[in-house]
């Protein structure tokens, strides 16, 4: 009998950048993709998969960021590592890191990756009606599978940056990390 090896899950990071609005909303920065791609047009946190000269994950998230929407590492204050997430079909265990930051004057984003940066309040993801799910058949596989997602405008924030978001939200929204 031959013995299966599963194979290795690539590293990749993601920010999940926080910070007060004018007003002094906590809100969330997410991107929309552009079209294309195996994840286009959909929402997600700023990030990517792991490059050689990343000292760390937490670099890997920086630099993603900065690259796809312009936020300065140096004004991004780190409040704590979550726990990786596996992409589930693409290969990759992704490594989410919440952040302070402070808001940019103008985000600038990368026009071959980023479609659209959103800024959305917390409080968003909790009203009546935001959380929903639905049964989605995939190519490739053998049923329908539930997803869970939030609402966002016209679209649908789902997948890992949903597996991400849904357990942190109600921390965030308690004022954990002073967010």
């Known amino acids: 009998m031959e013995a299966s090896i599963a194979p290795r899950l690539r590293d990749a990071a993601v920010l999940v950048p926080v910070f007060r609005d004018a007003s002094g909303t906590p809100s969330v920065v997410v991107i929309r993709r552009t079209e294309g791609g195996i994840h286009g047009g959909q929402l997600a946190f700023p990030g990517g998969q792991r490059a050689e000269h990343d000292a760390t994950l937490y670099d ?70 935001a959380h929903d799910s639905i049964m989605e058949r995939f190519s490739g596989w053998p049923a329908p599978v539930r997803i869970d997602f939030y609402h966002v405008g016209g679209h649908r924030l789902w997948g890992v940056s949903y597996r991400i978001l849904h357990p942190l939200l109600p921390r965030l929204l308690a004022g954990e990390w002073g967010v």
């Open 60 to 129: 890997t998230a920086l630099r993603e960021a900065q690259e796809e929407i312009g936020l300065d590492p140096r004004v991004v204050t780190p409040l704590t590592e979550l726990p990786p997430v596996n992409t589930r079909v693409s290969g990759f265990m992704v490594h989410p890191f919440l952040a302070r930051i402070e808001r940019p004057a103008a985000w600038r984003p990368d026009p071959r990756e980023i479609a659209e940066v959103l800024e959305l309040p917390l409080e968003s993801f909790a009203r009546p009606g």
